[in-house]
């Protein structure tokens, strides 16, 4: 095992939350959430879990902070792509938005399990600290968006939630599940290719035609 040396200040402390998150991410992306534990994490880390307990509780705290930073990048990548002023049409802006989603897809899985799981099993300031961010970012949005789309400010957040559970639903779809992968193939069932750029252009598009109405 490794040798763990304890964080003594608040760079080290978020150096250390960053290899918890890195660790997170890699087994979130070959494995189910459910094969996920705090004794995986520790061991990937080559930790004790007592030192692993150190700086988290639960593994959904975790995944609360990985989907936190999910969540900025999209957003921070949204707004830079999306510049004051850039004058799109709304099929730009439609354009435009399907790639951002596309390319933050981990968002958009994370997603999957927020409300149900993740958020269930965090502490009230875990969980405020995230909801801060969530609606910082809201806030920004809806100072970029209605010179662009000429759509009331007040309209912003459901846009944003509509598109956001539109892409969990489809990300889900898309990602290769080796259970369900084996449920198709004994119920004689192809499932067709999801596209989910092109699903998710298609579908911001009717949203915006929706919401800026």
Avoid at 67 to 92: I, K, N, V, W
Avoid at 193 to 199: K, P, T
């Amino acid at each position: 095992m490794a040798e763990f040396i304890r964080a003594r200040s608040p760079e080290q402390k978020g150096q250390r939350l960053d290899q918890i998150k890195g660790a997170v991410r890699s087994q979130f992306a070959e494995r189910p959430y459910h094969e996920i534990t705090l004794t995986t994490i520790a061991d990937e880390l080559g930790w004790s879990r007592a030192n692993l307990y150190k700086y988290v509780s639960t593994k959904e705290e975790v995944f609360l902070l990985l989907t936190q930073d999910e969540m900025a990048a999209y957003f921070d990548a949204l707004l830079t792509a999306l510049p004051e002023g850039c004058g799109f049409s709304r099929e730009t802006v439609a354009e435009v938005w399907a790639g951002i989603a596309g390319a933050h897809q981990e968002y958009f899985r994370l997603g999957d399990i927020l409300s149900t799981i993740i958020e269930t099993n965090v502490t009230v300031e875990r969980l405020s600290e995230f909801k801060q961010a969530y609606y910082g970012h809201v806030a920004r949005m809806a100072e970029r968006l209605p010179p662009i789309l000429g759509m009331r400010t007040e309209r912003v957040d459901a846009l944003l939630m509509a598109i956001y559970y539109h892409a969990v639903g489809f990300v889900s779809g898309c990602w290769s599940n080796p259970l369900i992968t084996q449920a198709l193939e004994l119920a004689g069932i192809e499932r067709p290719a999801i596209d989910f750029r092109a699903e998710m252009r298609d579908f911001i598009g009717m949203c915006l035609g929706h919401y800026c109405a």
